[in-house]
Nanobody
Framework: QVQLVESGGGLVQAGGSLRLSCAASGLSFSNYGMHWFRQAPGKEREFVAG????????NYADSVTGRSTISRDNAKNTVYLQMNSLQLEDTAVYYC??????????WGQGTQVTVSP
């Protein structure tokens, strides 16, 4: 069975940093683009960052560009999201998703990021 397991979330003060990880199993990892989404209370799920199968392309939401970096290690079947200069507005549940041909086939359970003043 396919599993995507996020980790690295937690409580951090504004201005701090976190590195989120998403470990994949049960799929051919390098065949998938990997993406991070987040959902804050009362808001719709929004795209955060994405990376193509061999990391030739990355893209970011305007809200995080310049202070976030998505990366992947295909040997470890893991995608990362480094987030710096965290703001209160970054508080959300963060999900990773595996995408192929524009379809998001698999989703993780999410990891909570809470940014405090």
């Amino acid at each position: 069975q396919v599993q995507l397991v996020e980790s690295g979330g937690g409580l951090v003060q504004a201005g701090g940093s976190l590195r989120l990880s998403c470990a994949a199993s049960g799929l051919s990892f390098s065949n998938y683009g990997m993406h991070w989404f987040r959902q804050a209370p009362g808001k719709e799920r929004e795209f955060v960052a994405g990376i193509s199968p061999y990391a030739l392309n990355t893209n970011y939401a305007d809200s995080v560009t310049g202070r976030s970096t998505i990366s992947r290690d295909n040997a470890k079947n893991t995608v990362y999201l480094q987030m710096n200069s965290l703001q209160l507005e970054d508080t959300a549940v963060y999900y990773c998703a595996a995408e192929r041909g524009g379809v998001y086939d698999y989703w993780g359970q999410g990891t909570q990021v809470t940014v405090s003043p």
